[in-house]
Every structure is written in C-alpha cells, then in structure tokens.
T-cell receptor, first 119, second 111 residues
Framework: DAGITQSPRHKVTETGTPVTLRCHQTENHRYMYWYRQDPGHGLRLIHYSYGVKDTDKGEVSDGYSVSRSKTEDFLLTLESATSSQTSVYFC??????????????????FGAGSRLTVL | KQEVTQIPAALSVPEGENLVLNCSFTDSAIYNLQWFRQDPGKGLTSLLLIQSSQREQTSGRLNASLDKSSGRSTLYIAASQPGDSATYLCAVKTGANNLFFGTGTRLTVIP
C-alpha cells in the first residue's frame, strides 16, 4: 500500500447521514479510481478521475459523488448513506489510463480499503 | 458489457503442487489483463500485467498467459507454498473507462 492511503479504514454510520472517504497518494499519478467490493459482484467502479477537477462516472455511481481539488487527494462522498452502500471501498491509482508502451505505467495500485457499515 | 469469469471459486492443494488458475472474458478487445492477489481484509496487490500484444509474463514462480482470441488467461503457480494462500483476481482493461474484475479464486495451500 506504499504511496496510497485511505481514511477512515473503518466506519459505522446510520442511514441518511453523509459520509466522506478520503484517498491520498504520494505517487503523483494522474488517474485515481474508487471501487466498491461486494460478495458475488467482485470490484465495481464507482467514479474515476483523470486530473484535478476532472472526474467521470463509473458503473455504479448512483448515490455517490467525488471531488479532486489536488492531484494527491480524491474524495468519495455518500450524500445520504443507505444500507445498500454497506461495502468495502477501495481507492486505486495508475500512471496511465488505457495503454502505455511501458507496461508498468498501466499497473493499478490499490489502497488497503475502507470498510463502511450503514445501519 | 465485458463479463469476466473465474473458475473454480475455491481451490485447495497440498504444498509443493503446481497449479493453474483460470480467467475467461467475453470481449477480446482489451488493452491489458492484470492478475491480483488479495489477502483477507487487505487491498489488492498486482502480480502480473499482460499487455494485449503479449502472450505471457513471468515473475518468480508465477507465469501468466493470455489468449485474446479465445478470451482466456491462466495464472500458473509453481511449487505452491502456504504463503500463496489468498484470493486471486483477474481484471481486463477495455477501451472503455473501466477495469472489469472477476469474482476471484480463493486458494488454500495446505502444509
């Protein structure tokens, strides 16, 4: 997990409350991603960022918003948490987006995860 | 939509055995395929990445192959060790803004 940290690592909250998860990187990678992992579904992309203030939706973006005001920070916000958003959330970073002749630039590096429970 | 399947969902082998994990995908138009390892309660660690133009990649006791035309990849682990016990995930990068993951194979290596 060197170079990428997520906070908080664990959070329990109640339905209807706002929640913000933070991803911080020291690698100066351009691309950052938020995934959620649920049993039977694998990892699914929520939102991603391709630069400061540049973000876009992923496969399961409903109920989530993101912001990236600095290269190193990517925030995921649940405006009004629901029980269906109970999950483990992973942040990831990469140097390249789709293809680079340098295969190392395509490698996706993940944070340790944030476990969110919505009661 | 790209579908990624990993079979079996779980596998137990005795220590020292060579083993193969399978990954199949439905759309061959991929940029790359990546194999990850995930330990319980932890994040994902990248093991190997195969570019679409490559057929295989090796790292230590690990060898990953890619056959785009048939939509298959295998991860070969030689001389398995108890420390190899983990869940192994494959993921394919498509031309869209996504990396599609399989649900993983949970490997247990018995001492």
């Amino acid at each position: 997990d060197a170079g990428i940290t997520q906070s908080p690592r664990h959070k329990v909250t109640e339905t209807g409350t706002p929640v913000t998860l933070r991803c911080h990187q020291t690698e100066n990678h351009r691309y950052m991603y938020w995934y959620r992992q649920d049993p039977g579904h694998g990892l699914r992309l929520i939102h991603y960022s391709y630069g400061v203030k540049d973000t876009d939706k992923g496969e399961v973006s409903d109920g989530y918003s993101v912001s990236r005001s600095k290269t190193e920070d990517f925030l995921l916000t649940l405006e009004s948490a629901t029980s269906s958003q109970t999950s483990v959330y992973f942040c990831a970073i990469s140097h390249s987006y789709t293809y680079s002749i340098d295969s190392g630039a395509n490698v996706l590096t993940f944070g340790a995860g944030s476990r969110l429970t919505v009661l | 939509k790209q579908e990624v399947t990993q079979i079996p969902a779980a596998l137990s082998v005795p220590e020292g055995e060579n083993l193969v994990l399978n990954c199949s995908f439905t759309d061959s138009a991929i940029y790359n395929l990546q194999w990850f390892r995930q330990d319980p309660g932890k994040g994902l660690t990248s093991l190997l990445l195969i570019q679409s133009s490559q057929r295989e990649q090796t790292s230590g006791r690990l060898n990953a192959s890619l056959d785009k035309s048939s939509g298959r990849s295998t991860l070969y682990i030689a001389a398995s060790q108890p420390g190899d016990s983990a869940t192994y995930l494959c993921a394919v990068k498509t031309g869209a803004n996504n990396l599609f993951f399989g649900t993983g194979t949970r490997l247990t290596v018995i001492p």
